[in-house]
């Protein structure tokens, strides 16, 4: 527990509050709040993500400088998609070129979105000297197994009659031959690694179209033809690339983002780590974890997934084995006490805890957390 006057060095390691506050301005929030109340606490701030949505805002927060591109959106529409690139590492957040964000209001193409755009990022910090490169996957609005971002990488996926197949996972089912000959021979020389907090597999009962396609707007009808086309994928590509391309379609992760954790195993020989563990590795948390004393994590809504490898889970598992007390902020609060003191979490404040009306934590969640924030410091500081 926290020694109530003795902690003097905080580190704040949160997430985005989705909807609402970016992580870099969760912090700043959250520091204001614990200002306000001990105006001589020290207070380090490193924004965190899981490698979903706001991956790169927060590897930008971190020291990484920001680089645009445009690149070919989930529609296949143009779009302006950003990466973040420090020495030869880049953080790629495959959501900003082929994320549901970028679809318009209502709008989903569960059958035809593509993750073309996310192939023309990597060649982007390729072009811009990355080596190494963190390949941040959610929030896709997409089920395509990485179809897209191979073909723009120069992998060539054809029918029968020998015609390039069309974007989108439901084409799959038409694939006939691939070849990889053609592939950015800069890849060989690259290491990826996938990061991720899920791990379903490609194809099945907890595959890729079975449990996220309902989310980007397929029907059963659709989610069963995606299923369907991604067993013709794997089974191509375990035809042409040997038996470990097949075997892949069943690994930790190859499920990801609508399959482009299976592209990324097997033909970017990458490998596959939860999200928030390579992030917090990349952001430099262990060395700002030992110079603190306590360390508060959050997101907009913790809840049963926060606890699944989500990013306050990450950070509260590394505290713990620290000896770092860890306390939490959200916007809601789901979890019951135990769960909350088993995952590492001493205690959470909520928003609604202020406010009970969710629209309104959502459209004031600034001032409303550096209230939370600074009955956090009163209360245990």
Same mark, same amino acid.
């Given at each position: 527990?926290?020694?109530?006057?003795?902690?003097?060095?905080?580190?704040?390691?949160?997430?985005?509050?989705?909807?609402?506050?970016?992580? *870099?301005?969760?912090?700043?929030?959250?520091?204001?709040?614990?200002?306000?109340?001990?105006?001589?606490?020290?207070?380090?701030? =490193?924004?965190?993500?899981?490698?979903?949505?706001?991956?790169?805002?927060?590897?930008?927060?971190?020291?990484?400088?920001?680089?645009?591109?445009?690149?070919?959106?989930?529609?296949?529409?143009?779009?302006?998609?950003?990466?973040?690139?420090?020495?030869?590492?880049?953080?790629?957040?495959?959501?900003?070129?082929?994320? =549901?964000?970028?679809?318009?209001?209502?709008?989903?193409?569960?059958?035809?979105?593509?993750?073309?755009?996310?192939?023309?990022?990597?060649?982007?910090?390729?072009?811009?000297?990355?080596?190494?490169?963190?390949?941040?996957?959610?929030?896709?609005?997409?089920?395509?197994?990485?179809?897209?971002?191979?073909?723009?990488?120069?992998?060539?996926?054809?029918?029968?009659?020998?015609?390039?197949?069309?974007?989108?996972?439901?084409?799959?089912?038409?694939?006939?031959? *691939?070849?990889?000959?053609?592939?950015?021979?800069?890849?060989?020389?690259?290491?990826?690694?996938?990061?991720?907090?899920?791990?379903?597999?490609?194809?099945?009962?907890?595959?890729?179209?079975?449990?996220?396609?309902?989310?980007?707007?397929?029907?059963?009808?659709?989610?069963?033809?995606?299923?369907?086309?991604?067993?013709?994928?794997?089974?191509?590509?375990?035809?042409?690339?040997?038996?470990?391309?097949?075997?892949?379609?069943?690994?930790?992760?190859?499920?990801?983002?609508?399959?482009?954790?299976?592209?990324?195993?097997?033909?970017?020989?990458?490998?596959?780590?939860?999200?928030?563990?390579?992030?917090?590795?990349?952001?430099?948390?262990?060395?700002?974890?030992?110079?603190?004393?306590?360390?508060?994590?959050?997101?907009?809504?913790?809840?049963?997934?926060?606890?699944?490898?989500?990013?306050?889970?990450?950070?509260?598992?590394?505290?713990?084995?620290?000896?770092?007390?860890?306390?939490?902020?959200?916007?809601?609060?789901?979890?019951?006490?135990?769960?909350?003191?088993?995952?590492?979490?001493?205690?959470?404040?909520?928003?609604?805890?202020?406010?009970?009306?969710?629209?309104?934590?959502?459209?004031?969640?600034?001032?409303?957390?550096?209230?939370?924030?600074?009955?956090?410091?009163?209360?245990?500081?």
């Amino acid at each position: 527990m926290t020694d109530t006057g003795t902690i003097t060095r905080v580190l704040i390691a949160a997430d985005k509050f989705k909807g609402s506050l970016t992580a *870099a301005e969760v912090a700043r929030h959250v520091a204001a709040g614990l200002r306000a109340a001990r105006p001589a606490l020290q207070v380090t701030s =490193l924004p965190v993500a899981d490698g979903g949505d706001g991956t790169v805002d927060a590897a930008v927060a971190g020291g990484f400088t920001a680089h645009e591109a445009e690149v070919t959106g989930p529609l296949g529409l143009p779009v302006t998609a950003r990466f973040a690139l420090r020495g030869d590492t880049a953080v790629i957040e495959m959501a900003e070129a082929s994320g =549901l964000r970028l679809l318009p209001p209502f709008t989903f193409a569960p059958m035809t979105a593509t993750t073309y755009g996310t192939g023309e990022l990597i060649t982007a910090a390729l072009d811009a000297g990355a080596r190494t490169i963190v390949l941040g996957v959610g929030g896709s609005a997409t089920t395509d197994g990485g179809a897209g971002m191979l073909t723009a990488l120069g992998a060539r996926l054809c029918d029968a009659e020998g015609d390039p197949l069309p974007h989108g996972g439901g084409p799959l089912r038409e694939l006939a031959a *691939a070849d990889f000959s053609g592939l950015d021979p800069r890849l060989k020389d690259t290491e990826f690694i996938l990061a991720s907090d899920v791990d379903n597999p490609l194809t099945g009962p907890t595959g890729a179209a079975a449990v996220y396609g309902p989310q980007k707007g397929a029907d059963p009808v659709e989610v069963e033809a995606l299923d369907a086309a991604l067993t013709t994928y794997a089974r191509v590509l375990g035809e042409t690339l040997g038996e470990r391309a097949r075997t892949l379609a069943q690994a930790p992760g190859a499920g990801a983002a609508g399959g482009i954790g299976y592209g990324a195993l097997v033909a970017l020989n990458a490998t596959f780590r939860p999200g928030i563990e390579v992030l917090l590795e990349v952001l430099g948390f262990p060395r700002a974890l030992a110079a603190a004393e306590l360390v508060i994590t959050g997101e907009g809504s913790l809840d049963e997934q926060t606890l699944h490898g989500k990013a306050p889970a990450g950070v509260a598992a590394a505290a713990r084995a620290a000896g770092k007390p860890v306390l939490a902020v959200c916007g809601r609060l789901a979890i019951e006490p135990e769960a909350l003191h088993a995952a590492g979490i001493e205690a959470a404040y909520p928003l609604t805890g202020l406010e009970p009306d969710p629209e309104v934590c959502i459209a004031q969640a600034g001032p409303l957390l550096e209230r939370v924030a600074r009955t956090l410091a009163e209360e245990r500081l």
